[in-house]
């Protein structure tokens, strides 16, 4: 099968294509797979990507957006291989980088990989019959974790659940405490993430309403009500539930900007319509 789009300079060619609902997809996107290509509904490839394996299959709500030239790569040694492949779960986002996928890469959902990320599944040089070493295993990441800047996920690491990797790590082993913080090189344990009770999540969420009505106030606005309700948050006839991320009610401009306000508090509510607003500024 063949997907082109001349214009955007997009050639996707794979034995099975699948584009879901709602995607976008930008400019000078080269996609090749021997077997499956599948992309998830409400999901966008920005621009500058290279990918290349066996078998790739993406979920619901991934987002890519490059911040460079260098763009998200996919593939490279061993790419031709039967287990080349790339399995990534709902409501990802990825920067730029490079997975490497020799060997199988499994990503679950909710996973942030940050600019300059990147995955090895690989590692040779000299002969093994010498005694050097010589490493094939793939990478699996579990749900709910964040990758920090230029960091390097080797060959054959397992990343447990809601797992923070600070910037420039490079994790060499295994992470098996779940919602924990890692740091440096190699990546070690720094502290366990402690949930706060429900009178500081108040507190919090007092502060993101205040900070947002401070936005707000540079924008073309008819009006805007809150009401905290915890675990609800409601925002004129839209009410979020801060506590499972689901949502009911009726969505509007203001209510996007709001999502994507609180998106970047780590609080990512989808639905059908994309975080960004087209509210105007005030002049």
């Given at each position: 099968?063949?997907?082109?789009?001349?214009?955007?300079?997009?050639?996707?060619?794979?034995?099975?294509?699948?584009?879901?609902?709602?995607?976008?997809?930008?400019?000078?996107?080269?996609?090749?797979?021997?077997?499956?290509?599948?992309?998830?509904?409400?999901?966008?490839?920005?621009s500058n990507?290279?990918?290349?394996?066996?078998?790739?299959?993406?979920?619901?709500?991934?987002?890519?957006?490059?911040?460079?030239?260098?763009?998200?790569?996919?593939?490279?040694?061993?790419?031709?291989?039967?287990?080349?492949?790339?399995?990534?779960?709902?409501?990802?986002?990825?920067?730029?980088?490079?997975?490497?996928?020799?060997?199988?890469?499994?990503?679950?959902?909710?996973?942030?990989?940050?600019?300059?990320?990147?995955?090895?599944?690989?590692?040779?040089?000299?002969?093994?019959?010498?005694?050097?070493?010589?490493?094939?295993?793939?990478?699996?990441?579990?749900?709910?974790?964040?990758?920090?800047?230029?960091?390097?996920?080797?060959?054959?690491?397992?990343?447990?659940?809601?797992?923070?990797?600070?910037?420039?790590?490079n994790v060499?082993?295994?992470?098996?405490?779940?919602?924990?913080i890692y740091?440096?090189?190699?990546?070690?344990?720094?502290?366990?993430?402690?949930?706060?009770?429900?009178?500081?999540?108040?507190?919090?969420?007092?502060?993101?309403?205040?900070?947002?009505?401070?936005?707000?106030?540079?924008?073309?606005?008819?009006?805007?009500?809150?009401?905290?309700?915890?675990?609800?948050?409601?925002?004129?006839?839209?009410?979020?539930?801060?506590?499972?991320?689901?949502?009911?009610?009726?969505?509007?401009?203001?209510?996007?900007?709001?999502?994507?306000?609180?998106?970047?508090?780590?609080?990512?509510?989808?639905?059908?319509?994309?975080?960004?607003?087209?509210?105007?500024?005030?002049?």
């Amino acid at each position: 099968m063949l997907y082109e789009d001349k214009l955007k300079n997009i050639h996707i060619e794979a034995n099975d294509i699948k584009l879901g609902e709602n995607v976008t997809l930008s400019n000078n996107i080269h996609i090749k797979t021997f077997g499956k290509f599948h992309l998830g509904d409400g999901s966008h490839l920005g621009s500058n990507v290279n990918m290349k394996g066996n078998d790739i299959v993406i979920g619901k709500h991934f987002y890519y957006s490059p911040l460079n030239t260098l763009g998200l790569n996919v593939g490279g040694g061993g790419s031709d291989s039967p287990n080349s492949n790339l399995t990534v779960g709902d409501r990802c986002v990825f920067h730029n980088g490079l997975i490497n996928i020799c060997e199988p890469v499994v990503i679950g959902n909710d996973v942030g990989l940050s600019n300059h990320v990147d995955i090895i599944t690989h590692g040779f040089w000299y002969s093994m019959l010498e005694g050097y070493p010589t490493e094939f295993a793939g990478v699996t990441i579990g749900n709910n974790v964040i990758v920090g800047w230029r960091s390097t996920i080797m060959t054959g690491v397992e990343i447990s659940d809601n797992v923070v990797i600070g910037n420039n790590s490079n994790v060499v082993k295994s992470i098996t405490k779940s919602k924990s913080i890692y740091v440096g090189n190699p990546a070690r344990f720094i502290k366990k993430i402690e949930e706060p009770n429900t009178k500081v999540k108040l507190k919090m969420l007092d502060s993101i309403v205040e900070d947002f009505k401070d936005l707000i106030k540079y924008y073309v606005v008819d009006s805007i009500n809150f009401k905290i309700d915890y675990p609800n948050l409601i925002i004129n006839n839209f009410t979020i539930n801060v506590d499972n991320f689901s949502s009911f009610g009726v969505e509007d401009e203001i209510t996007d900007m709001f999502r994507d306000f609180i998106r970047k508090r780590g609080i990512r509510i989808y639905t059908d319509r994309k975080f960004s607003s087209s509210l105007k500024r005030k002049k």
